[in-house]
């Protein structure tokens, strides 16, 4: 049973830091891309980066370019999210989630598996 279960949520001010971590099992996702979505109160799932299988390139969302970093350890089945400069606009559930693809973009519909969320609060 493929299982996604992330980690390192939590309540921060603004300008602080976070680092989220997103544990995988179940099977080996060495070979596929992953990602982090996340989702605000009132608002649509949105993309926030991803990362190739071998971890080689990474593609973020506009918002977040700069300030979080995408990255992944194959061998123990990991990818984490570290996020910096927080503003209070990030304040959301983040998801990590596991690609059908080795490449994959920002469009939900290309993963295939999802964790539970971990909810990030930034006040301001």
């Known amino acids: 049973q493929v299982q996604l279960v992330e980690s390192g949520g939590g309540v921060v001010q603004a300008g602080g830091s976070l680092r989220l971590s997103c544990a995988a099992s179940?099977?080996?996702?060495?070979?596929?891309?992953m990602g982090w979505f996340r989702q605000a109160p009132g608002k649509e799932r949105e993309f926030v980066a991803t990362?190739?299988?071998?971890?080689?390139?990474?593609y973020y969302e506009d918002s977040v370019k700069g300030r979080f970093t995408i990255s992944r350890d194959n061998v123990k089945n990991t990818v984490d999210l570290q996020m910096n400069s927080l503003k209070p606009e990030d304040t959301a559930v983040y998801y990590c989630?596991?690609?059908?693809?080795?490449?994959?973009?920002?469009?939900?519909?290309?993963?295939?598996?999802w964790g539970q969320g971990t909810q990030v609060t930034v006040s301001s």
């Open positions: 989630a596991v690609a059908r693809g080795r490449v994959s973009g920002a469009d939900a519909r290309a993963y295939d598996y």
């Open positions: 990362i190739s299988w071998s971890g080689s390139s990474s």
């Open positions: 179940g099977r080996t996702f060495s070979t596929y891309a």
